[in-house]
């Protein structure tokens, strides 16, 4: 079990001294072990990719229980996550696991699951989950094989094969299924990427969205509607209305928004102050219009920009392969959307669409960005990896930094199966230069199922 120490010199912790309620915090609870008063300590921290988080550990003076978990600071994720690792080695046991209350985790070759919300959200490893389900298993068994003889067999030779995984005399596969998509797992060989990892993300339908406290707009609405209400509203004037309103039909053409920044009210991503978005409709030449979005929140001083492509899903996807063979190669512009993914092939490294978000930015940018971006993420268990691993990832970093300053040549890939992704040529016509690439191509059916296109129905939609 993780102990409150390890849990701190894991995760960085915030500067106490500029925001001091942030602090660890110190409570008195009962131990539901004896019954006696023990100490929760609260500290909130940040995990990459998890944004902030509650760390909570008990421990009881009196009889030595101890206790921890992890709860979820932020908002939720837009989609839910699904990941899927094969163990193969006993290293592989020492992955490091961060599991939500709403997580399910599947060992298929056992058909064992454990049901989401029956456990509450911890930092731990494969090893730890394991552990933790033989511990639930025989915590009855003294008691159990008087009673039922033959159910605590049955439990005992099942706590065996639990056993036997961990001697790992074959492979098996671990599936961990997060509503909330704040769960994560390490990848070791990171930041290459991970061979027996699987990482999707789906869809939450009503019932799930219902779980995790996320209604509709007319769901709440109808919720009001069938509740009694004894004084009715009162109306709000149109000038202090600030709920968006449709735009009638002609009356604001698309071409008079090209070049016009647009304001609009919304809450900062961080500390939810109100702040505004600047949107501005443009079009990249020989692409197609774009819509770009930027917030910059007064309060707290958090900036983040946005792109999204002006027009729907394309009939094919594209790949686009572009030499960087310096800084000749720098100035490009790029344009990369949220389903894209990026591949440098030098160096082996490949980061889903989802990391670095959609952005318009240039060659130089992407590479910095991505950089930050790993930074950030493998920073998250730096000091406790081996020293093979910190040397790769030095060795890794170095390589990228002699591409940043123009001094290593490297071949990256856009896969974007939306085709929403665009990299500027060097010739003036816009067709592909000698260090450019593009490749169109026809989805494939898992990636039209992700992208949900697979149940779309753009004709007779309005029949059952």
Not at 363 to 372: P, R, S, Y
Request: glycine fraction near 8%.
């Amino acid at each position: 079990m993780t102990t409150e120490t390890e849990l701190v010199q894991m995760f960085p912790k915030l500067n106490v001294d500029e925001e001091p309620e942030l602090g660890a915090t110190e409570i008195e609870s009962m131990c539901m072990n004896c019954y006696e008063n023990g100490t929760t300590r609260l500290l909130l921290t940040e995990i990459p990719f998890y944004k902030a988080v509650v760390i909570m550990s008990f421990s009881c003076e009196h009889c030595g229980f101890q206790n921890n978990e992890i709860q979820s600071g932020g908002e939720v994720a837009p989609k839910g996550i699904r990941i899927r690792v094969k163990l193969e080695s006993i290293k592989d046991l020492n992955r490091r696991v961060v599991k939500s209350d709403n997580s399910s985790v599947r060992i298929e070759e056992l058909d064992f699951e454990i049901p989401a919300q029956s456990q509450k959200g911890e930092v731990t490893t494969v090893e730890g989950i394991i552990d933790r389900v033989i511990r639930g298993l025989e915590q009855d068994q003294p008691v159990r094989r008087i009673q039922h003889p033959e159910t605590a067999q049955q439990i005992d030779d099942f706590a065996n094969s639990m056993k036997e995984l961990k001697e790992m005399k074959q492979p098996f596969t671990i599936v961990i299924e997060d509503i909330s998509g704040n769960s994560f797992v390490e990848n070791p060989f990171a930041p290459q990427t991970d061979p027996n990892s699987t990482t999707s993300h789906f869809q939450r339908n009503k019932e799930q969205n219902h779980i995790l406290g996320v209604f509709t707009h007319d769901e709440v609405s109808e919720k009001d509607a069938g509740a009694s209400r004894p004084n009715q509203c009162e109306a709000i004037p149109e000038e202090e209305d600030n709920i968006l309103k449709p735009i009638a039909e002609g009356s604001w053409p698309l071409e008079e928004l090209h070049g016009e920044v647009l304001q609009f009210q919304t809450k900062c991503p961080e500390c939810s102050a109100d702040c505004e978005t600047n949107m501005k409709l443009t079009k990249i030449p020989h692409f197609k219009e774009v819509v770009i979005m930027a917030t910059v929140c007064d309060n707290c001083g958090t900036r983040t920009n946005e792109i999204k492509p002006g027009g729907g899903i394309e009939d094919q996807g594209v790949r686009i392969e572009i030499t960087v063979r310096g800084r000749i190669d720098f100035s490009r512009d790029v344009l990369k959307s949220e389903s894209c993914h990026l591949k440098i092939r030098e160096l082996e490294c490949e980061v889903g669409g989802g990391a670095l978000g959609g952005r318009f930015t240039t060659i130089e940018g992407l590479l910095t960005a991505m950089k930050d971006q790993l930074v950030e993420s493998t920073g998250m268990f730096m000091d406790s990896n081996d020293e093979d691993t910190k040397h790769r990832l030095d060795s890794f970093f170095g390589k990228l930094d002699e591409a940043i300053d123009g001094n290593r040549q490297l071949t990256i890939v856009l896969d974007d199966p939306t085709g929403n992704s665009y990299v500027q040529s060097l010739n003036d016509d816009g067709t592909p230069d000698g260090a450019l690439r593009i490749i169109r191509y026809h989805r494939s059916h898992e990636q039209n199922e992700e992208l949900g296109l697979n149940d779309m129905k753009t004709e007779n939609y309005e029949e059952e």
